[in-house]
């Protein structure tokens, strides 16, 4: 990719071009076909962005007026600070534009939008097989060794 990339909030209208790039990071993580996510959860995830009491978050990447990638975060509290924390929970770059600066564009728009939030720590998870996403993680980012368990109810 060669346009510049803009990175910015979400607007209402963008939820076609966002959708596919939402759509496309499921489908990395396994959840499409008879995993994909309920089409509630995607409305409300859309919605939440618009939702001023909302603590969920979204940027997307634009080139060429176009949506090229996502990435979205939310701000809680933690116990070890007593400003809150941001988690990156989601970031995708479209895959023809992956290598050209998008990903690394989403999480400095996050860096930006957290220090202007107070916000001293981003931290996101990502699988251990992500070698092309560790590669970007790892310049812009230390790793602490963490491992994440789940449990679902």
Wanted: hydrophobic share 40%.
């Amino acid at each position: 990719m060669t346009a510049p990339i803009l990175v910015r909030p979400p607007r209402h209208e963008d939820f076609a071009g966002w959708k596919p790039l939402w759509d496309g990071y499921n489908a990395f993580y396994g959840r499409k076909d008879e995993t994909a996510l309920p089409s509630g959860i995607t409305q409300v995830t859309w919605q939440r962005f618009f939702d001023p009491s909302e603590p969920v978050f979204a940027l997307v990447a634009e080139a060429e007026g176009r949506l090229v990638g996502l990435t979205h975060y939310l701000f809680h509290r933690s116990t070890t600070r007593i400003e809150l924390t941001c988690y990156l929970q989601d970031l995708f770059t479209a895959e023809a534009e992956r290598g050209a600066g998008v990903g690394r564009s989403l999480i400095q728009g996050v860096y930006k939008d957290a220090k202007a939030a107070g916000i001293s720590r981003v931290y996101w998870h990502t699988q251990e097989s992500n070698a092309p996403g560790r590669h970007l993680y790892d310049t812009v980012a230390r790793h602490l060794g963490f491992i994440v368990y789940t449990h679902d109810m």
